[in-house]
């Protein structure tokens, strides 16, 4: 027999199987690579494999290294029966366990078939090739139930994770592309929750101006703007990475660096539907605010949403439930969280962006802020409904503004900490993300909590 000379540790490295798992280096730390060969069996994974899997995922958690998982598999071997499906369940047992303490990765090159196709959805971060799809149910079964012809893509295809199911954080155009973007994540975070992220370089003054943020919102309450470009302003030298853009595009979420250090942004985008928030937006929201507690990740929100989106098929999906995560996964989270709201702040949505109320750290606002149950002219509408003379409601709806509609009401009660000027915000936000770097919070004890899921 011929040896094979592996070029970094592998494990169970003559065993048969789809599946090879080594520790490799990526950005000069150790990462666990899980490979599935998609050139034997189509990748179907056997039962030795799973058990591959399930050591790589326990190799990681003991040595405390982020774990990244390549797949493209056709699903379980079908030759070897039930033992098949008890092997990937062990290894999503596996990955389970290593979730909130290393990073795990996904990586999708080709199919994803299947029961496995669910290790997917326990990974943290999930990047795709163009050429990849996932799915449980294929087309044929698709047709066989419903009746509908589709193809595997239009079914399971990147695109479509990427825009409708958001199980696709980042798309790439091909295996090398996707392992660059591996890469770049895996710089950004912690090796494990037990550590800080590594400090990116410190070349941009903390204490920089910025300008153009005195002008970026526009002057009539209705018109738009890509709050993308206030975060590229905030962070150092405007280098952004936005998780998930195209689904629920109107909630930004993206890591970046502030004073050297990763920060998560959390922010409504006017430019989707005024920035509302509806169920999607409301999970993607709390997914990546409980990803940043988890590996110790500072949250910055940014706040411009007139409230949640209306709708009566949004009520009937569980808007209520829903919406109710994104509180939650605030409410939960012990890293330093600062908010920032640039316009809107308006009702239940204002409530669930990090308010005070929730257990933000330290809050600002904007002058042109506006913070309040709802809008002048809603409120009008329900405060004065009898008034019917157009000159007289537009008087009442500018006085109520001017008395309802600015941050300094909230400043006065303690709900806003400061009100501060549009270009002294990175300067303010990196200089509370300093002071609030080294606190604690003692958390209760109790086996987990049970949230909104």
Not at 25 to 39: D, L, N, T
Not at 86 to 105: D, E, F, M, Y
Not at 120 to 134: E, K, R
Not at 195 to 213: F, H, I, M, Q, S
């Amino acid at each position: 027999m011929t040896l094979e000379a592996p070029i970094a540790p592998m494990f169970r490295h003559l065993v048969t199987g789809s599946v090879r798992a080594g520790i490799e280096e990526m950005g000069g730390r150790p990462v666990m690579v899980v490979r599935s060969v998609s050139a034997l069996r189509r990748g179907a994974l056997s039962i030795d494999d799973g058990e591959t899997m399930r050591v790589a995922a326990a190799t990681a958690l003991s040595f405390r290294i982020p774990i990244v998982l390549v797949l493209a598999s056709s699903g379980a071997d079908v030759s070897d029966g039930v033992a098949s499906l008890n092997g990937w369940g062990q290894a999503a047992r596996a990955l389970t366990r290593c979730s909130g303490i290393v990073p795990v990765v996904a990586v999708v090159t080709g199919p994803a078939l299947s029961g496995p196709a669910l290790m997917l959805g326990i990974a943290d971060l999930v990047i795709m090739t163009s050429d990849a799809f996932a799915f449980v149910s294929g087309p044929a079964r698709v047709e066989e139930f419903t009746g509908v012809r589709i193809g595997i893509h239009q079914l399971g295809g990147t695109s479509m994770h990427a825009r409708a199911s958001g199980l696709c954080t980042i798309e790439a155009g091909s295996e090398e592309d996707a392992m660059a973007h591996v890469a770049h994540l895996l710089s950004l975070l912690p090796a494990n929750a037990d550590e800080l992220a590594p400090l990116g370089p410190l070349d941009d003054p903390a204490d920089r101006e910025v300008d153009n943020l005195r002008t970026i919102i526009p002057e009539r309450a209705t018109s738009s703007y890509d709050v993308r470009q206030v975060i590229a302003a905030l962070v150092d030298d405007q280098d952004v990475t936005e998780l998930s853009n195209r689904w629920s595009p109107q909630l930004v979420t993206a890591l970046a660096r502030i004073g050297g250090r990763t920060v998560g942004f959390v922010a409504n985008q006017p430019q989707a539907l005024a920035g509302t928030l509806d169920i999607a937006a409301s999970q993607k929201g709390a997914r990546f605010v409980r990803f940043c507690d988890a590996f110790n990740l500072p949250l910055v929100t940014l706040v411009d949403t007139p409230g949640f989106l209306p709708g009566k098929d949004l009520e009937w999906r569980g808007m209520i439930r829903h919406g109710a995560e994104l509180a939650f996964a605030y409410a939960e989270a012990t890293v330093p969280r600062v908010c920032v709201i640039l316009r809107k702040a308006f009702g239940g949505a204002y409530i669930v962006m990090d308010s005070k109320g929730l257990g933000n750290d330290l809050c600002f606002a904007w002058p042109a802020a506006e913070i309040a149950v709802m809008g002048a002219e809603g409120a009008v509408q329900i405060l004065h409904r009898r008034v019917e003379d157009l000159e007289e409601r537009q008087r009442l709806q500018d006085d109520y503004s001017a008395r309802f509609l600015t941050p300094w009401q909230a400043a006065e009660r303690g709900f806003v900490d400061a009100v501060i000027d549009p270009a002294d915000t990175r300067m303010v936000v990196a200089d509370a993300l300093s002071v609030l770097e080294t606190s604690r919070e003692m958390l209760p004890g109790r086996k987990h909590t049970v949230g909104p899921l």
